[in-house]
Protein backbone atom coordinates (compact mmCIF):
# COMPACT_ATOMS: atom_id res chain seq x y z
CA UNK A 1 0.00 0.00 0.00
CA UNK A 2 1.00 3.40 0.07
CA UNK A 3 1.24 4.00 3.52
CA UNK A 4 1.41 2.85 6.89
CA UNK A 5 -2.40 1.02 7.84
CA UNK A 6 -3.71 0.92 11.08
CA UNK A 7 -6.55 -1.21 11.86
CA UNK A 8 -9.30 -0.72 13.51
CA UNK A 9 -9.23 2.88 13.53
CA UNK A 10 -11.29 2.87 16.90
CA UNK A 11 -11.51 0.46 19.31
CA UNK A 12 -13.57 0.28 22.85
CA UNK A 13 -13.16 -1.81 24.71
CA UNK A 14 -14.28 -3.27 28.45
CA UNK A 15 -11.96 -3.36 30.98
CA UNK A 16 -10.16 -6.72 31.19
CA UNK A 17 -10.82 -7.19 27.68
CA UNK A 18 -8.08 -8.16 25.30
CA UNK A 19 -7.60 -6.22 22.22
CA UNK A 20 -5.46 -7.05 19.35
CA UNK A 21 -4.41 -3.82 17.14
CA UNK A 22 -3.03 -4.16 13.62
CA UNK A 23 -0.55 -2.42 11.94
CA UNK A 24 0.23 -3.00 8.06
CA UNK A 25 3.81 -1.39 6.99
CA UNK A 26 4.85 -0.16 3.71
CA UNK A 27 5.92 -2.63 1.49
CA UNK A 28 9.35 -3.56 1.88
CA UNK A 29 10.15 -1.44 5.63
CA UNK A 30 12.63 -3.33 7.66
CA UNK A 31 11.75 -1.38 11.09
CA UNK A 32 8.60 -1.20 12.23
CA UNK A 33 7.43 0.81 15.53
CA UNK A 34 4.98 1.12 18.29
CA UNK A 35 4.30 3.65 19.81
CA UNK A 36 1.87 4.67 23.04
CA UNK A 37 0.04 8.21 22.59
CA UNK A 38 -1.77 9.38 25.49
CA UNK A 39 -4.03 12.75 25.41
CA UNK A 40 -2.06 15.70 25.34
CA UNK A 41 1.33 13.50 25.16
CA UNK A 42 3.69 13.37 22.72
CA UNK A 43 4.40 9.64 21.28
CA UNK A 44 6.49 7.04 23.73
CA UNK A 45 8.47 4.37 22.29
CA UNK A 46 6.42 0.50 23.18
CA UNK A 47 8.56 -1.71 20.78
CA UNK A 48 10.64 -2.12 17.69
CA UNK A 49 10.90 -4.44 14.73
CA UNK A 50 13.89 -5.33 12.05
CA UNK A 51 12.16 -7.42 10.12
CA UNK A 52 10.91 -10.72 11.91
CA UNK A 53 13.03 -9.81 14.62
CA UNK A 54 11.94 -7.59 18.02
CA UNK A 55 15.28 -5.67 18.87
CA UNK A 56 14.02 -3.36 21.65
CA UNK A 57 10.75 -3.88 23.75
CA UNK A 58 11.90 -1.87 26.70
CA UNK A 59 9.21 0.43 26.28
CA UNK A 60 6.03 -2.12 26.76
CA UNK A 61 4.55 -0.68 30.07
CA UNK A 62 3.34 -4.14 31.21
CA UNK A 63 3.56 -8.39 30.72
CA UNK A 64 -0.23 -7.50 29.30
CA UNK A 65 1.61 -6.02 26.37
CA UNK A 66 2.54 -8.44 23.56
CA UNK A 67 3.79 -7.22 20.40
CA UNK A 68 4.79 -9.77 17.20
CA UNK A 69 5.57 -9.49 13.64
CA UNK A 70 5.81 -13.18 12.67
CA UNK A 71 6.41 -13.00 9.13
CA UNK A 72 8.44 -9.34 9.12
CA UNK A 73 5.43 -7.77 7.34
CA UNK A 74 2.49 -7.12 9.63
CA UNK A 75 2.53 -6.55 13.18
CA UNK A 76 -0.06 -7.23 15.78
CA UNK A 77 -0.32 -5.17 19.34
CA UNK A 78 -1.47 -7.40 21.66
CA UNK A 79 -2.96 -5.93 25.32
CA UNK A 80 -4.73 -8.34 27.30
CA UNK A 81 -6.74 -7.88 30.31
CA UNK A 82 -7.52 -3.73 29.34
CA UNK A 83 -7.26 -1.57 32.01
CA UNK A 84 -8.37 2.39 31.77
CA UNK A 85 -4.82 3.20 32.13
CA UNK A 86 -4.59 1.30 27.91
CA UNK A 87 -6.94 4.40 26.85
CA UNK A 88 -4.52 6.05 24.41
CA UNK A 89 -3.82 6.64 20.66
CA UNK A 90 -1.33 3.42 19.39
CA UNK A 91 0.68 4.10 16.42
CA UNK A 92 2.59 2.37 13.99
CA UNK A 93 5.21 3.55 12.22
CA UNK A 94 7.80 1.75 9.67
CA UNK A 95 10.88 2.97 7.39
CA UNK A 96 13.60 1.13 5.48
CA UNK A 97 16.02 1.79 8.74
CA UNK A 98 16.27 3.84 11.24
CA UNK A 99 13.90 6.89 11.58
CA UNK A 100 15.15 7.58 7.84
CA UNK A 101 11.82 7.58 5.82
CA UNK A 102 9.89 7.44 8.70
CA UNK A 103 5.90 7.02 7.94
CA UNK A 104 3.52 6.72 10.55
CA UNK A 105 0.36 5.45 10.42
CA UNK A 106 -2.57 7.19 11.23
CA UNK A 107 -3.36 5.20 14.49
CA UNK A 108 -5.77 3.25 16.65
CA UNK A 109 -7.54 5.43 18.84
CA UNK A 110 -8.07 2.57 22.05
CA UNK A 111 -10.93 3.43 24.61
CA UNK A 112 -11.43 1.14 28.09
CA UNK A 113 -14.46 1.79 29.89
CA UNK B 1 13.20 12.07 33.18
CA UNK B 2 12.41 13.77 29.66
CA UNK B 3 15.61 13.14 26.93
CA UNK B 4 13.81 15.89 24.62
CA UNK B 5 12.80 18.92 25.56
CA UNK B 6 10.57 20.92 23.72
CA UNK B 7 9.04 24.69 24.19
CA UNK B 8 7.10 26.57 24.11
CA UNK B 9 4.25 24.04 24.31
CA UNK B 10 1.36 26.35 23.51
CA UNK B 11 2.14 28.46 20.88
CA UNK B 12 -0.43 31.14 19.14
CA UNK B 13 0.26 33.58 15.97
CA UNK B 14 -1.25 35.99 13.91
CA UNK B 15 -1.22 34.46 10.35
CA UNK B 16 1.97 35.80 8.91
CA UNK B 17 3.69 35.86 11.90
CA UNK B 18 7.14 34.26 11.85
CA UNK B 19 7.39 31.07 14.26
CA UNK B 20 10.44 29.49 16.34
CA UNK B 21 10.07 26.35 18.28
CA UNK B 22 12.83 25.32 19.88
CA UNK B 23 13.85 21.21 20.98
CA UNK B 24 17.10 20.42 23.49
CA UNK B 25 17.91 17.30 24.00
CA UNK B 26 20.43 15.27 26.58
CA UNK B 27 21.43 12.09 24.64
CA UNK B 28 23.59 11.68 21.71
CA UNK B 29 21.71 11.46 18.29
CA UNK B 30 22.30 10.00 14.92
CA UNK B 31 19.32 11.79 13.90
CA UNK B 32 16.66 14.32 14.59
CA UNK B 33 13.59 14.84 13.50
CA UNK B 34 10.52 17.39 13.08
CA UNK B 35 7.29 15.97 13.29
CA UNK B 36 3.81 17.24 12.27
CA UNK B 37 0.53 16.11 13.78
CA UNK B 38 -2.88 17.22 12.73
CA UNK B 39 -5.80 16.55 15.34
CA UNK B 40 -7.12 13.99 14.32
CA UNK B 41 -4.25 13.24 11.91
CA UNK B 42 -1.77 10.70 11.61
CA UNK B 43 2.27 12.03 11.81
CA UNK B 44 3.85 12.89 9.00
CA UNK B 45 7.70 13.20 8.88
CA UNK B 46 8.98 16.93 7.78
CA UNK B 47 12.74 17.34 8.42
CA UNK B 48 15.65 14.67 9.53
CA UNK B 49 19.00 16.24 9.96
CA UNK B 50 22.37 15.10 11.92
CA UNK B 51 23.75 18.51 11.21
CA UNK B 52 22.95 22.00 9.72
CA UNK B 53 19.71 23.02 8.24
CA UNK B 54 17.35 22.38 5.98
CA UNK B 55 14.50 24.46 4.15
CA UNK B 56 11.51 23.07 2.50
CA UNK B 57 8.69 26.29 2.03
CA UNK B 58 8.25 28.21 4.36
CA UNK B 59 9.84 25.27 6.85
CA UNK B 60 13.33 25.52 7.70
CA UNK B 61 15.17 23.50 10.65
CA UNK B 62 18.08 24.08 12.54
CA UNK B 63 20.75 21.75 14.61
CA UNK B 64 23.30 22.76 16.95
CA UNK B 65 25.32 18.91 17.51
CA UNK B 66 27.90 20.51 20.06
CA UNK B 67 24.91 22.54 21.91
CA UNK B 68 22.49 20.00 21.48
CA UNK B 69 18.99 22.15 20.36
CA UNK B 70 17.10 22.07 17.06
CA UNK B 71 14.72 25.06 16.20
CA UNK B 72 11.49 24.50 13.62
CA UNK B 73 11.03 27.90 12.11
CA UNK B 74 7.96 28.46 10.20
CA UNK B 75 7.87 31.63 7.97
CA UNK B 76 4.68 33.66 7.03
CA UNK B 77 2.49 31.31 8.97
CA UNK B 78 -1.02 30.31 8.20
CA UNK B 79 -3.85 28.99 9.28
CA UNK B 80 -3.13 25.51 7.50
CA UNK B 81 0.25 25.24 9.92
CA UNK B 82 -2.10 24.47 13.00
CA UNK B 83 -0.79 21.53 14.38
CA UNK B 84 1.44 19.85 17.12
CA UNK B 85 5.47 19.79 16.27
CA UNK B 86 7.39 17.14 17.53
CA UNK B 87 10.36 17.00 18.34
CA UNK B 88 12.19 13.16 17.99
CA UNK B 89 15.49 11.60 18.32
CA UNK B 90 17.06 8.57 17.40
CA UNK B 91 19.63 7.58 20.25
CA UNK B 92 23.45 7.12 18.94
CA UNK B 93 24.06 4.03 21.33
CA UNK B 94 21.57 1.64 19.52
CA UNK B 95 17.75 1.55 18.41
CA UNK B 96 16.51 3.80 21.14
CA UNK B 97 13.86 6.82 20.10
CA UNK B 98 12.91 9.46 22.29
CA UNK B 99 9.84 11.63 21.71
CA UNK B 100 9.19 15.36 22.99
CA UNK B 101 5.61 16.27 24.20
CA UNK B 102 5.20 18.27 21.02
CA UNK B 103 4.52 22.14 20.58
CA UNK B 104 0.52 23.06 19.89
CA UNK B 105 0.76 25.56 17.03
CA UNK B 106 -2.52 27.67 16.46
CA UNK B 107 -2.19 30.42 13.63
CA UNK B 108 -5.71 33.07 13.93
CA UNK B 109 -6.37 34.17 10.42
Known amino acids: GAGVSQSPRYKVAKRGQDVALRCDPISGHVSLFWYQQALGQGPEFLTYFQNEAQLDKSGLPSDRFFAERPEGSVSTLKIQRTQQEDSAVYLC???????????FGSGTRLTVV | KNEVEQSPQNLTAQEGEFITINCSYSVGISALHWLQQHPGGGIVSLFM???GKKKHGRLIATINIQEKHSSLHITASHPRDSAVYICAVESNTGNQFYFGTGTSLTVIP
Open chain 2, 49 to 51: LSS
Open chain 1, 93 to 103: ASSFTGLAGYT
